[in-house]
Nanobody, 120 residues
Framework: QVQLVESGGGLVQPGGSLRLSCTAS????????MGWYRQAPGEQRELVAT??????IEYAESVKGRFTISKDNRYTVSLQMDSLKPEDTAVYYC???????????????WGEGTQVTVSS
């Protein structure tokens, strides 16, 4: 079974930094895309940043210039978050579109989420 395990959330003051990491495990044949979404209370889940296997990267407009997504290795994606703002407070979810044993196609998988709180 594929699992995505996130780490690195927490409480930080405005202007501070946090680094999130997510590692995919299981019998994985190929990963098409990995990334991060977030969901604030009362809001819909929204894209933060994604990176494709070919290297192309997409950011939400609200995080451009402050957040940096990177692939640390084939199975791990990280999100460096700098200049954090209170409006960045949300549960951050790791996601991956990948092909694994027992499936015939690429499927979307989600982590359980990690809380990021930006507050003084």
């Amino acid at each position: 079974q594929v699992q995505l395990v996130e780490s690195g959330g927490g409480l930080v003051q405005p202007g501070g930094s946090l680094r999130l990491s997510c590692t995919a495990s299981g019998t994985i044949f190929d990963i098409n895309i990995m990334g991060w979404y977030r969901q604030a209370p009362g809001e819909q889940r929204e894209l933060v940043a994604t990176v494709r296997s070919g290297g192309s990267i997409e950011y939400a407009e609200s995080v451009k210039g402050r957040f940096t997504i990177s692939k640390d290795n084939r199975y791990t994606v990280s999100l460096q978050m700098d200049s954090l703002k209170p409006e960045d407070t949300a549960v951050y979810y790791c996601t991956a579109n990948l092909w694994s044993r027992g499936t015939r196609d690429y499927l979307d998988y989600w982590g359980e989420g990690t809380q990021v709180t930006v507050s003084s």
